[in-house]
């Protein structure tokens, strides 16, 4: 696990470096919506239809889209809570509320368990995304950051998820499978060469999102805690504790609790962004977490596997 996250550390730290280096005269700033972009339209839609197309679908596939669900809602409702005591704007509420709930299940969760399981893994962190985190972002999610953020836009959430390709890709990857229907091979050859560079694109475009500076607010800091807290601690127990209750075993329920156990999502900059919430401080909360994760990721996956 550790030569795990050092690899991935060291892709992250390639992105971070370009945040201070122009590289082909192009910033990170620049670069990074064209390589998230073809990740969105095209890779991840190929990846995500590739596995679901041949991945076993089962009581497993269900019993992670719970897991990925509770510990969403209960980190939003934990954090709502704790928010309610403390001395938010609604904008920075907003930021907090988004931070603290929805984890980074495809964008470091894909990769970790990647490289952690290889094509075993893959199923997992797109059933625990697809199937449960991003459906309620794109609704829940999104009707928060509406209501609490500074902005004059109205957005539909069900239009919202019929916009989302690699939704797309999961319904069609998912009935393909069900029919019994096998991939033809050169049809499956193209769909794991474009599949192939979704993981280390977007461990790239993850370091082109962080920015260290934000880390330098105390400010900051004493507001952002206690989502830290509630994502990297409370979720991966509350995530652990469905994947107890239903009896998962084995590689299926250690790499649940890891997606629970990921940072928070870096997504939640662009909702930031787009309905007036908190940037400033929802990139502190990202970047932080991010970080810690490195280093609470192998804790969890030491204390799974024993």
Avoid at 142 to 162: D, F, K, W
Avoid at 213 to 226: D, E, F, N, V, Y
Avoid at 265 to 279: K, Q
Wanted: glycine share 10%; hydrophobic share 55%; with cysteine.
């Amino acid at each position: 696990m550790i030569g795990v996250i050092a690899q991935m550390a060291a892709t992250i730290g390639l992105g971070v470096a370009w945040r201070h280096v122009s590289l082909g005269g192009l910033t990170a700033d620049r670069a990074r919506p064209a390589l998230t972009t073809a990740v969105y339209y095209f890779f991840l839609p190929a990846l995500v239809l590739s596995v679901l197309w041949r991945a076993p679908l089962g009581v497993d596939t269900g019993k992670i889209a719970l897991a990925s669900a509770t510990g969403i809602f209960s980190s939003l409702l934990l954090m709502a809570l704790v928010g309610r005591f403390m001395r938010l704007t609604r904008r920075e509420y907003g930021a907090l509320l988004l931070a603290a709930s929805f984890p980074n299940a495809t964008y470091l969760g894909l990769p970790l368990l990647s490289s952690l399981y290889g094509e075993a893994g893959k199923p997992i962190a797109i059933q625990y995304d697809l199937f449960a985190a991003t459906p309620i972002l794109l609704s829940l999610g999104i009707y928060l950051a509406s209501r609490l953020g500074n902005h004059g836009e109205t957005l539909h959430p069900v239009r919202s998820l019929l916009k989302v390709p690699p939704l797309w890709a999961a319904v069609i990857g998912s009935a393909l499978n069900l029919s019994g229907l096998a991939p033809p091979p050169d049809v499956a050859a193209f769909l794991d060469r474009l599949g192939a560079a979704v993981v280390p694109i977007m461990l790239l475009a993850l370091g082109m999102s962080l920015n260290l500076s934000t880390l330098g607010s105390r400010a900051h800091w004493q507001k952002i805690a206690p989502a830290l807290l509630i994502q990297l601690g409370w979720m991966p127990l509350a995530v652990l504790a469905v994947v107890t209750g239903t009896h998962m075993t084995g590689m299926a329920a250690t790499a649940t609790v890891l997606l629970g156990a990921t940072p928070s999502m870096i997504l939640g900059l662009v909702i930031c962004d787009r309905f007036g919430l908190d940037t400033g401080l929802y990139a502190t909360a990202a970047t932080a977490s991010t970080l810690l994760a490195l280093v609470t990721l192998p804790l969890w996956h030491q204390a799974l596997i024993h």
